[in-house]
């Protein structure tokens, strides 16, 4: 059987007409399936409806100042099963049988980690079966079942992943992730408005993109699209647009094409360890520790200072530093000493490009961009396929602008 996975986000499914729009999509993509010759089965996955999981939220917040996670979550998965029923019930309407799944049911397993927990296996004989049977499968987004049982929720917007590990699992000829957005652009079009649309973007592009804050897509879903080499095709909901195609495959065209795009990470904080001791194991020590919070943590650095001291600075999103500052306060007294420095109000602009591995004169251009803006550089971090300057989250909009302007990326 041919299968394909489609996903609706949540401003794509706000209201009941616009879940109708989406189940005639779901619809037509089966019967086209069809005509082609094969059975063809398809799975839907949605989101929460328009902005529903922020009013859980801030709900959450209203009943308690520190939300136990697990009841985060308990709270936090009812969005999904509100769309998924209604989904099945106007596809019913519409004439095709279908069926809604929370994550129980069609044995999404994720790791105990709430709020943002991650997805160790799917048994996927449930959807097979009503598949075969002709039911077009409709699977809430988000969530999983930890291995006590409990409910998990896989962080913000990660319904993405959801589709795309479906889409794994079920050896899926695609995963379509439909959104209010077009496709994958060279910059975060509401900053730069000369963004253009990418036709094609490799999987590691995609993935830096994703997680330096392009904002379209949640990174565990590229990375799992990766790993299983599942083709992404992130289209419009409602617009006939062909979107952007993330693959591994890298034809002459993409070749040529040095930089993918532009991305803006706002609102990080930056967490220096000040005189610590420099022998061997500190750092193995701190970043241990700081993995048992599961925070993440980006463009660490260490420098070497004078009478066997270091400093090692990281960003941190800034909404994580509260969470984070006790965890210091015990590493500090674990390695024997130092003082904590947090700073606020930073952001990254990075440029990614698969033509970064090659061309030393590309992060040349990006701080020469910057320095002619007098723009001061925090932190600098590079990794194969990127380079990324931390800067005043004041600078941020201005710098993204100038840096897309000085890579040509509005011009084809
Ligand atoms: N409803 C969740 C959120 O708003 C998950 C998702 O939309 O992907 O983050
Ligand atoms: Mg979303």
Do not use: W
């Not at 929370?102 to 959807?127: E, M, N």
């Not at 409990?150 to 699992?169: K, M, Y």
């Not at 392009?214 to 419009?236: D, E, M, S, T």
């Not at 602009?349 to 007098?374: E, M, N, Y």
Request: charged share 25%.
């Amino acid at each position: 059987m041919r299968t394909i996975v489609q996903k609706f986000g949540g401003t794509s499914v706000a209201d009941v007409d616009k879940i109708r729009a989406c189940a005639q999509r779901a619809i037509a993509t089966r019967k086209s399936l069809e005509s082609k010759g094969k059975p063809g089965g398809v799975i839907v996955v949605t989101s929460a409806m328009g902005k529903s999981t922020d009013l859980l939220v801030k709900m959450a917040a209203e009943a308690n100042a520190h939300p136990p996670r697990r009841e985060m979550d308990a709270l936090l998965s009812t969005g999904e099963r509100v769309t998924v029923a209604l989904m099945a019930m106007v596809l019913e309407a519409l004439g095709a049988p279908a069926v809604s799944f929370a994550a129980r049911q069609v044995g999404i397993q994720t790791d105990a980690d709430f709020t943002r927990a991650r997805i160790t296996a799917i048994d996927t004989a449930v959807l097979t079966e009503h598949l075969a049977a002709g039911r077009i499968c409709v699977v809430a987004g988000f969530q999983g079942i930890s291995p006590t049982g409990d409910i998990t929720t896989l962080g913000r917007g990660g319904s993405d992943t959801t589709a795309v590990a479906l889409a794994a699992a079920l050896a899926a000829e695609s995963c379509e992730i439909y959104t209010d957005v077009d496709g994958v652009y060279t910059a975060d079009p509401r900053d730069v408005p000369t963004a253009r649309k990418l036709d094609r973007i490799t999987y590691e592009e995609m993935l830096e993109l994703a997680a330096l804050g392009a904002g379209v897509l949640h990174p565990r879903a590229v990375q799992f699209g990766a790993k299983y080499n599942v083709p992404i095709h992130v289209r419009h909901a409602h617009l006939p647009d062909e979107g952007t195609l993330i693959t591994d495959k890298k034809d002459d065209q993409m070749e040529e094409v040095q930089v993918a795009g532009v991305a803006l990470k706002e609102n990080l904080g930056r967490v220096s360890l000040q005189s610590i001791p420099d022998v061997p194991g500190v750092a193995s020590r701190v970043f241990a520790a700081l993995a048992e919070t599961g925070i993440l943590v980006d463009d660490i650095i260490q420098t070497e200072g004078n009478d066997k001291l270091a400093t090692i600075s990281f960003t941190v999103e800034q909404a994580d530093l509260s969470e984070i500052k006790p965890a210091i306060a015990k590493i500090l007294a674990d390695i024997g000493g130092g003082t904590e420095r947090i700073d606020t109000g930073f952001a990254k602009v990075s440029v990614v490009g698969v033509g970064i591995r090659s061309h030393a004169a590309l992060a040349a251009l990006l701080f020469r961009t910057l320095a002619d803006a007098q723009i001061n550089i925090a932190n600098i971090t590079t990794s194969e396929i990127k380079v990324c300057a931390i800067i005043a989250q004041d600078d941020g909009k201005k710098a993204v602008k100038l840096v897309h302007d000085a890579f040509d990326l509005d011009k084809d």
